[in-house]
């Protein structure tokens, strides 16, 4: 098993060398059951999904000729770090929890006050957490939280449209406040990696990283390109630079950011969501061919796309849900024979 594992993470190092001009590499996503929603009252039962999922994972290494690393994941929302900074945090029936903003002009955020890391009671609960996950399963990878960018954790904490106001009307206002969240974000971080090793899964898609930083980059959308370079795209190079590289996700409609995407320093791996439309995979296959791996599919196959490429100097993920687990043995060993000599 360790030499299996061993095998797939030097395809992930090899498909992220900046000498690797082409090449796939292989998810098999399986079923793992009904996740329990992140409440505090799931914590026992999160914490017996994800080893659960982590026993599938290691059984598949046997009969899926994938790339996937079994891992365990704390499994967070987005409103982890928000509530930290004062956020009250809602909980839906049957959906994800979500932090409820509590600034709406610059006067009230320079009153925010910055958190203890180490006395923050959402942070102390993610890293419990994590502590008994690690304790039963110690030989695991370890998923990421849910990485909001500094940003957008600003975002979630100001109301969203007075932010954008602000931007306009006293932008060094929501400066200092994205200041205050890359500051605490990398507080976390560095205590995260020092606890759980530089190596882990990010939190979506759940690819691997050698080391660096995954995030969410979603606010963009509602965003200029100026606005991007000049509220996000410097803590982003910071944080990057900080940890070695950096994994994106962004589901916004994200066509005329994807310029500064390219600008993120050390980018190794790019999610976005582009809503089943096959132009949008088409261009941005094309567009960031040379910049890093990419992993764009929603539920579906990449080679429902990828298939239509005349390029194929691309890195890529290639995605397939299983339906049993002998369609993923059987499929695991098309997909690798077809993708993975590019």
Same mark, same amino acid.
């Given at each position: 098993?360790?030499?299996?594992?061993? !095998?797939?993470?030097? @395809?992930?190092?090899?498909?992220?060398? &900046?000498?690797?001009?082409?090449?796939?590499?292989?998810?098999?996503?399986?079923?793992?059951?009904?996740?329990?929603?992140?409440?505090?009252? #799931?914590?026992?039962? @999160? !914490?017996?999904?994800?080893?659960?999922?982590?026993? /599938?994972?290691?059984?598949?290494?046997?009969?899926?000729?994938?790339?996937?690393?079994?891992?365990?994941?704390?499994?967070?929302?987005?409103?982890?770090?928000?509530?930290?900074?004062?956020?009250?945090?809602?909980?839906? =029936?049957?959906?994800?929890?979500?932090?409820?903003?509590?600034?709406?002009?610059?006067?009230?955020?320079?009153?925010?006050?910055?958190?203890?890391?180490?006395?923050?009671?959402?942070?102390?609960?993610?890293?419990?957490?994590?502590?008994?996950?690690? #304790?039963?399963?110690?030989?695991?990878?370890?998923?990421?939280? &849910?990485?909001?960018?500094?940003?957008?954790?600003?975002?979630?904490?100001?109301?969203?449209?007075?932010?954008?106001?602000?931007?306009?009307?006293?932008?060094?206002?929501?400066?200092?406040?994205?200041?205050?969240? =890359?500051?605490?974000?990398?507080?976390?971080?560095?205590?995260?990696?020092? @606890?759980?090793?530089?190596?882990?899964?990010?939190?979506?898609?759940?690819?691997?990283?050698?080391?660096?930083?995954?995030?969410?980059?979603? =606010?963009?959308?509602?965003?200029?390109?100026?606005?991007?370079? =000049?509220?996000?795209?410097?803590?982003?190079?910071?944080?990057?630079? @900080?940890?070695?590289?950096?994994?994106?996700?962004?589901?916004?409609?994200?066509?005329?950011?994807?310029?500064?995407?390219?600008? /993120?320093?050390?980018?190794?791996?790019?999610?976005?969501?582009?809503?089943?439309?096959?132009?949008?995979?088409?261009?941005?296959?094309?567009?960031?061919?040379?910049?890093?791996?990419?992993?764009?599919?929603? #539920? /579906?196959?990449?080679?429902?796309?990828?298939?239509?490429?005349?390029?194929?100097? !691309?890195?890529?993920? !290639?995605?397939?849900?299983?339906?049993?687990?002998?369609?993923?043995?059987?499929?695991?060993?098309?997909?690798?024979?077809?993708?993975?000599?590019?």
């Amino acid at each position: 098993m360790d030499n299996i594992i061993k !095998i797939r993470k030097q @395809r992930w190092l090899d498909l992220y060398s &900046d000498s690797q001009k082409s090449g796939a590499v292989i998810f098999i996503n399986q079923d793992y059951g009904p996740r329990p929603l992140p409440y505090p009252e #799931n914590k026992a039962k @999160r !914490i017996d999904y994800t080893l659960n999922a982590y026993k /599938i994972q290691m059984d598949s290494l046997e009969y899926i000729d994938e790339d996937k690393i079994p891992f365990v994941s704390p499994y967070t929302g987005t409103e982890i770090f928000a509530n930290a900074f004062g956020c009250k945090v809602h909980y839906p =029936e049957n959906d994800m929890p979500f932090a409820l903003p509590f600034v709406h002009s610059p006067a009230e955020a320079a009153k925010i006050k910055y958190p203890d890391l180490k006395n923050s009671p959402p942070v102390a609960e993610i890293f419990d957490t994590a502590d008994k996950l690690r #304790n039963a399963a110690p030989d695991a990878l370890m998923q990421l939280p &849910d990485i909001q960018s500094p940003l957008d954790i600003a975002a979630l904490i100001w109301n969203k449209e007075d932010l954008f106001a602000a931007m306009y009307e006293d932008p060094e206002a929501v400066k200092e406040l994205v200041a205050m969240t =890359e500051k605490f974000l990398t507080e976390f971080l560095d205590l995260w990696f020092e @606890r759980y090793g530089a190596e882990f899964i990010a939190h979506y898609p759940e690819y691997y990283m050698p080391k660096g930083i995954t995030f969410s980059e979603d =606010e963009v959308g509602a965003i200029s390109p100026d606005m991007f370079e =000049e509220f996000s795209l410097p803590s982003l190079n910071r944080l990057s630079d @900080r940890y070695g590289s950096a994994g994106m996700h962004c589901c916004a409609d994200s066509l005329h950011q994807w310029g500064n995407f390219k600008k /993120i320093n050390n980018l190794k791996a790019l999610n976005l969501v582009l809503t089943h439309n096959p132009d949008k995979f088409t261009k941005a296959y094309k567009y960031f061919e040379d910049i890093c791996v990419q992993t764009h599919s929603e #539920n /579906i196959s990449d080679e429902l796309y990828f298939d239509k490429q005349n390029n194929k100097n !691309i890195r890529v993920v !290639i995605n397939y849900w299983a339906a049993d687990k002998n369609d993923a043995a059987e499929k695991s060993k098309i997909l690798r024979e077809k993708y993975c000599n590019l």
